[in-house]
Each structure stands twice: as structure tokens, then as C-alpha cells.
């Protein structure tokens, strides 16, 4: 079963981005956190029950940058929580859906993640997460 867990947006710099989603939500970013293996540096958001991920890359060419210098900053992927990412991941790829990667690795916030290709999801980045506990 998927829960919305959370929105990611892609920035150019978290330095600018903080300031003006704090403003925006009226929240302060309650987390940021450095993710090596997905070359990124990460800020949160917690807006009522909708939490925000903004996105920098720490790489010049590091799919964060890919993406912003392809598409702009903006939405970047929708993220859900999965009780068990490897039977969602089956249970998906099993449906037709293509994964980015066979097996769930390490993401930002203490989660497993596992990304579904935008050309199965209508064109929107889909992110399959679980707390590790």
C-alpha cells in the first residue's frame, strides 16, 4: 500500500531555496542532510501533513543538475512509504511498471529508496520509501 510521504523539488541552491520556502510555508526547515550516494544535499519541510525535500546537487553532474539544467527548477518526484519496499517493488514491477534500480539503497531522511521510471508513471517521477528501522 502506498502513503504519501513526500514532495520533492529540485533547487540550484538550498542557500536561496531555505529563506524562500520558509517564507512560502510559513515553517522553518526542521532538517538538512547530505546524501553522497545520490549526490545531493537535502532541506525539509513540514507543512501540516505534507512534508517538502528541496533538492541541491553537491555535483556538477549529478542527476540534480542534469535535471535543472533539462528542465528548470521545479517538481522533481512524488515520494511514498511502503510498508515493504522490496514486496512494492516486485508487486509493481509485476504490473509493468520499470524500476531505476533492482534493489533499494540508502536515501535522504533514514529511508530505503527505489525510484519508478517516468516513462511508466505518466511522466512523473515516483520514489517507493521505508523507514529503516
Known amino acids: 500500500m502506498l502513503s504519501p510521504e513526500h514532495i520533492g523539488i529540485a533547487v540550484k541552491n538550498l542557500e536561496i531555496s531555505i529563506p524562500l520556502f520558509e517564507k512560502l510555508l510559513n515553517s522553518t526547515c526542521y532538517k538538512t542532510e547530505q546524501v553522497n550516494s545520490e549526490k545531493v544535499n ?78 511508466s508513471t505518466n511522466g512523473i517521477l515516483i520514489e517507493l520509501c521505508m523507514t529503516i528501522k
Open 42 to 119: 537535502t532541506a525539509f519541510f513540514l507543512k501540516d501533513n505534507t512534508k517538502i525535500e528541496l533538492l541541491e546537487s553537491s555535483d556538477p553532474d549529478g542527476v540534480i543538475a542534469k535535471f535543472i539544467e533539462k528542465k528548470g527548477e521545479g517538481l522533481h518526484h512524488i515520494a511514498f512509504e511502503v510498508a515493504d519496499i522490496e514486496a512494492e517493488m516486485a508487486r509493481l514491477k509485476n504490473e509493468g511498471f520499470i524500476l531505476l534500480q533492482e534493489t533499494p539503497k540508502a536515501g535522504a531522511d533514514n529511508k530505503l529508496v527505489c525510484f519508478l521510471h517516468p516513462k
